[in-house]
């Protein structure tokens, strides 16, 4: 195992979904995956190994924010040899066209978390979701005839921002939501080679302060994860 996964060499698959809320792992585990089996029960992150349409593909809860995040995403590249990683994540809108319910590609994360200046000093590192990914993913949502944006957001360190004037600033050079880990996820899979998506549904506008309906939830969590799944075995 390694430090804080309990898996064996080998259980974990190379094709892995990660929701930040471990139950929505196991969740994804009994609803999505054939023959799925529970490899990490450390710290209740539960991880679990099954296939989908026959292809090998896990799914691990990460905990909220990057320092969580960075600890489960590292061990699963560094020491189970990950190679295709799909955030399945929810985020705050801050612009106008984007509504609750909608599903949004992550292309880049801005951050205003730590771990990129330690890594880069000065330098201002610019994470970036892989391109065969994203296109994918976005072939497949078209298909469905998801909602989708495609563009980029913001990690942030703060939930419980202090007043609006930061989210209005960024939405004005474009971005189009808030979320906790996608910066920490791209930057790694760059360090290691592998290759990074977030597919985020849209649960509460930061702005309006509109949040989805639990039933709302559950069937943009659907979507997105079909879209996450067939993305991660095309
Ligand atoms: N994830 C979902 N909603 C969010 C918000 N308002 N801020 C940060 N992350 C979020």
Redesign the pocket.
Known sequence: MSTHIGAKPGEIAERILLPGDPLRAKYIANTFLEGSVCYNEVRGMFGYTGRYKGVPVSVQGTGMGVPSISIYVHELLADYGVKTLIRV????AIRPEVRVRDVILAMSASTTSAPNRLRFGHVQYAPTANFDLLRTAHEIAREKGTSIHVGSVMT?DL?Y?DGTADLERWAKFGML????ESAELFTLAAQFGARALSILTV??H?LTGEETSAEERERSFREMVEIALETAIR
């Open positions: 994540g929810t985020c705050g942030t939930f921002a939501a808030v979320e906790m649960s509460d930061v």
